[in-house]
């Protein structure tokens, strides 16, 4: 038995209905659903999809996830079945924000889709945010001044690609390069160009394919009052930019000589 085969027999258990009428549903016999639902048999990436769709659950958590212990009224359904997000509401009906701390952070790649693993970060109320999924997320070095190592950025979850505005800042969670908080730009077929805030940091491109979420630039929640210095980065860039204007004006002059 597989992790698969549990959740479609306990989907289908709790709609009620018969192999032979979600067989015929998928446009397949029963003999061949029985043997997804028994796990004799691995079912392909098209009936993967149709299950998914027929069920109305996304296929990542058919895989990996057991549904059995997830209430599905307290799951966010995104659009085209894309993925399920769990979430939680306080008294008011208002959305929990999840805090990914930098202690949960090593976790989040795997965990993101997890109902369990989501359930366990810690979680605040800001009702002021307003609609859409909300999370947590932590500020790692110094590329994305004035965001500092401890302070946590809130971000709301978008559903989709296109959605994404050139210019404004998103956390990213992705396959390679893990999570990280930089401004974007679709400047690319089929890839995100990253850039920094701080331009000692060159730009560099992530594929779409291995974005796993993205979340937009909501308000962050800083752990430190200093005030803001002019940084060693800042400083070098003015000096260069200095020698430069000084270059200019020495070959000027020796052309005019």
């Known amino acids: 038995m597989s992790l698969f085969s549990d959740n479609i027999r306990s989907l289908r258990a709790k709609r009620k209905i018969s192999q032979e009428k979600v067989a015929e549903s998928l446009l397949i016999t029963r003999g061949r659903y029985a043997k997804y639902e028994d ?8 009936i993967l ?40 509401v306080d008294a008011a009906g208002n959305d929990f924000v999840e805090i990914v701390t930098q202690k949960a952070k090593a976790g989040y790649l795997n965990g993101y889709g997890d109902p369990e ?42 559903e989709r690609l296109g959605e994404v505005l050139d210019g404004k800042t998103y956390i990213l969670i992705t396959k390679n390069e893990g999570m990280v908080y930089k401004r974007l730009n679709k400047n690319k077929k089929n890839a995100l160009v990253l ?6 940091y060159p730009n560099y491109e992530v594929k779409a394919s291995d974005i796993l979420e993205i979340w937009e630039y909501e308000c962050n929640i800083g752990r430190t009052d200093k005030k ?21 004006e020495l070959k000027n002059r020796t052309l005019s000589t």
């Not at 366990?120 to 001044?145: A, C, I, N, T, Y």
């Open 49 to 88: 999809k149709k299950i998914a769709h027929y069920y109305q659950i996304s296929i990542d958590l058919l895989l990996s996830v057991d549904v059995r212990k997830i209430p599905m009224d307290d799951l966010l359904k995104l659009e085209n079945n894309r993925l399920l997000l769990p979430i939680t």
């Open 117 to 158: 693993y989501i359930e366990s970060l810690q979680q605040v109320s800001l009702p002021f945010l307003g609609p859409g999924k909300h999370r947590g997320f932590p500020v790692e070095g110094d590329s994305m001044p004035p965001h500092e190592d401890g302070s946590i950025i809130i971000g709301r979850y978008v």
């Open 228 to 248: 803001q210095e002019l940084s060693e980065t800042q400083s070098m860039k003015e000096l260069l930019l200095e020698v430069k204007r000084d270059l200019t």
């Open 39 to 46: 796990g004799t048999s691995e079912a392909p990436y098209e």
């Open 195 to 200: 850039a920094s805030d701080n331009p000692f």
